[in-house]
């Protein structure tokens, strides 16, 4: 084809036709769901690096040591952006915002991982995306259909299915196992405190959203890290603290810029579908990186959990 017919055919791309090119692939994308991709991408080797952390660490230092030092780089970053003070009830919002992402999560999770493994925490969590559709829903007073809560209710038994036969017959002697119970509470508390922080992020903004929460509640997470730093000291190798270094200023920081962003751009039950990625790149990511035994039956349960959870989405 010759440069003229080149020229012709581009010049019979009209505006409008361009603009309608423009909308169709904005409405197959979704807004914000780019963003939301890259907090996930933050997000999938977070169940990784806590469990190097807490081979050397104590949990409960891993846990609010980790949002100690993303409340320093939130203070800053505030304090170079001027960043406007929330209103009184923004800041209830935020209280909810620090008890799901700043305490709950990185807590229960480290407790559970201190004895379990990363590729099985990533099955467990696995049911987020739907907890998280379930909050955003509860929150904007929607009314799902029956076909949405019955394909919630199938992603929790197949997690609760999955916990059974992994715990094999300690479940009738001594009932579920403190890990996997710390694992549901992260989740329940998580899904809360990404639902309030992606509909206050549209007035507030991401960055704001997650770096007050996070200076708001470092005179807890501050004075719980120093007393497990006293009780349990700070001798840890270089791996571990590598793993801790990442949890505290990707995981509970820089992740939760785009994250943030994404769910207010797109809403947080649409973009919240990101998150079916999630288990699937951590399952990777234990594998890879620390040499974690991928079964047949955890591969089968997350992929039957991210089907659950893409029926929930589809169906809200």
């Known amino acids: 084809m010759s440069a003229v017919d080149n020229a012709t055919e581009r010049a019979a791309i ?13 409405r197959l994308l ?14 999938s080797f977070s169940l990784p690096a806590t469990r190097l952390a807490v081979a050397d660490l ?11 030092v993303a409340a320093l780089l939130a203070a800053i970053y505030l304090r170079a952006t001027r960043g406007q003070r929330p209103t009184a009830r923004q800041a209830r919002s935020l209280a909810l915002v620090a008890l799901g992402v700043v305490v709950g999560f990185p807590l229960l999770t480290s407790l559970a991982l201190a004895s379990e493994t990363a590729a099985h925490g990533a099955v467990v969590i696995a049911i987020l995306p739907a907890a998280t559709a379930v909050a955003a829903v509860v929150r904007a007073g929607e009314r799902p259909s029956r076909r949405f809560w019955l394909a919630s209710a199938a992603g929790l038994v197949t997690v609760l299915a999955f916990v059974a036969v992994t715990t094999g017959g300690e479940l009738t002697t001594a009932g579920p196992q403190p890990a996997d119970l710390y694992l549901l509470a992260a989740t329940a508390l998580c899904a809360v405190g990404y639902a309030e ?37 700070l001798h840890a190798g270089p791996i571990a603290w590598l793993g801790f270094a990442y949890v505290s200023i990707v995981s509970m ?14 809403g947080v039950a649409r973009v919240g579908q990101v998150q079916l990625a999630q ?3 951590t399952l990777g990511w234990s594998a890879l990186l620390l040499g ?12 039957a959990v991210l089907a659950s959870v893409a029926a929930t989405q589809r169906a809200r």
């Open 14 to 26: 009209t505006p409008a036709a361009r603009g309608t090119a423009a909308r169709n692939a904005q």
């Open 58 to 68: 104590d949990p409960w230092l891993v846990a609010f040591g980790r949002a100690t």
């Open 279 to 281: 288990p699937v790149l």
């Open 292 to 303: 974690e035994s991928v079964t047949a039956l955890t591969v089968v349960a997350a992929l």
């Open 30 to 43: 979704g807004p914000g769901v780019a963003i939301g991709a890259l907090g996930i991408l933050g997000f």
């Open 253 to 266: 920081f820089l992740a939760f810029f785009a994250w943030y962003a994404g769910l207010a751009r797109g």
């Open 197 to 233: 922080g992606g509909a206050l992020s549209r007035t507030l903004g991401a960055a704001p959203t997650i770096c007050w929460a996070l200076v708001l509640s470092a005179p807890v997470t501050a004075a719980v890290a120093g007393a497990a730093a006293a009780a349990t000291g």
